[in-house]
């Protein structure tokens, strides 16, 4: 009777400490939406630009951010559209999602830095069904907004 005790105390033990939620990352799984991408230019603002059925991924990345994917990314003048990652976005659990935030970063065309095309004040939310972001590339203010993709 005495093993049963102990072994039932230590079943316990070892399974009440494995259900800690409490460290568990925020944002633990990769979430695709589509939407619309619309472009403004900033030193005219009469020259404005709408996408339509643009995707995003947004996943974990390995050093506590988010990374971005854009499939078929494309600024008025480029003759074809490219598949863009932002890596390095902050974010913030919030009730619901979470808030992110990137005040710069440079997007990747695959393991390629894009330099020319820096991103500035990137800030959105993102749920498990919706994904609202603005930022500056490009002298544009971008704006996307999106919805999960099934």
Known sequence: MKNLLAFALLFTALFS???????????????????????????????????????????NADDGTLTML?????FPGMPMAIDMIFPGIGFRSTE??????????????????????KVTDLQGTATGNRLTLSFVCMNYNVSYTGTKTN
């Open 17 to 59: 400490t494995g259900c800690d939620t409490e460290n568990e990352p925020p944002f633990n799984t990769e979430i695709g939406y589509t939407g619309t991408l619309s472009m403004i230019s900033i030193d005219d603002p009469s020259k404005t630009y709408a996408f339509d059925h643009v995707s995003f991924d947004l996943k």
């Open 96 to 117: 619901g999602g979470v808030t992110l935030s990137a005040p710069e970063l440079i997007p990747y065309y695959g393991s390629r830095p894009m330099d020319e095309r």
């Open 70 to 74: 854009i499939h078929n990314m494309q």
